[in-house]
């Protein structure tokens, strides 16, 4: 299984940016996945997970803001990001689970007040 992550950058507060993270060996459609993000010296945390059963959970500070999503023809997850803050600044992971955890090289999102 490989996660490939993209669409990452500078931002200014209030803008978007849209991730997406191309999956292969294993199908968007039948498994969990979801986006992580990390700064420096803290652990990973949870930001977005969409579920096989088509829930989807958010940690508390991006409800509202960020949608996650996935497009089962191009087998790839998707992670809309809106109003922007500061404190999202972070290196986001792309995951996905089957039988057991599958992590995709991070992709650096900074916003700039």
């Known amino acids: 299984v490989q996660l490939q992550a993209s669409g990452g950058g500078l931002v200014q507060a209030g803008g978007s940016l849209r991730l997406s993270c191309a999956v292969s060996?294993?199908?968007?459609?039948?498994?969990?996945v979801g986006w992580y993000r990390q700064t420096p010296g803290n652990q990973r945390e949870l930001v977005a997970k969409?579920?096989?059963?088509?829930?989807?959970d958010y940690v508390d500070s991006v409800k509202g803001r960020f949608t996650i999503s996935r497009d089962n023809p191009k087998n790839m997850v998707t992670l809309q990001m809106n109003s922007l803050k500061p404190e999202d600044t972070a290196v986001y992971y792309c995951?996905?689970?089957?039988?057991?955890?599958?992590w995709g090289r991070g992709t650096q999102v900074t916003v700039s007040s």
């Open positions: 995951y996905g689970y089957r039988y057991r955890e599958f």
């Open positions: 060996g294993m199908t968007v459609s039948g498994n969990t």
């Open positions: 969409l579920y096989n059963s088509g829930y989807r």
